[in-house]
């Protein structure tokens, strides 16, 4: 996995003003920060800003276990190549821990990529003082097995 460094953001700002509609409340500088903690990946022209949980904590009608993860934004800077697919289940491999994501309920190509990719519907939140209502979903990665002695 390739993370981001500083010398991407520029690039991957664009991608955001790109989707502006879907992520209209992302800002330059609370991305630089999450590039500085090590939590977002620019691979392939796919970014994944994510967050893995110290401490258990709400989220919508979803409970979060420390150790859990939460992708908060991802998307392909060139659509439809199949890449977005690729680089999000290669960290979900790698992180092998239950992920979550919220997604706007009308969002209806999003919500159908992720079913897709193994997530499936587990909770409900809502953003803007309970006017856009979302979805919580949820993917389970299959962990290796303990060996048995």
Not at 50 to 64: A, E, H
Not at 97 to 108: I, S
Request: aromatic share 8%; charged share 25%.
């Amino acid at each position: 996995m390739k993370l981001a460094t500083s010398t991407d953001l520029k690039e991957i700002m664009k991608g955001f003003a790109k989707y502006k509609s879907i992520f209209p409340h992302i800002r330059g500088d609370r991305i630089a920060i999450e590039i500085n903690a090590g939590n977002v990946i620019y691979e392939d022209g796919v970014v994944v800003v994510f967050k893995v949980y110290k401490r258990q904590t709400q989220l919508g009608s979803v409970m979060i276990q420390p150790g859990e993860a939460k992708i908060a934004q991802i998307f392909n800077m060139n659509e439809d190549n199949g890449q977005a697919k690729l680089v999000m289940n290669k960290w979900i491999s790698k992180v092998a821990t239950t992920v979550y994501l919220t997604v706007r309920g009308d969002n209806e190509r999003a919500i159908r990529f992720y079913e897709l990719n193994g997530f499936s519907r587990v909770g409900r939140i809502a953003w803007k003082g309970g006017s856009v209502a979302g979805l919580i979903m949820k993917n389970k990665t299959r962990l290796p097995s303990p060996a048995v002695v």
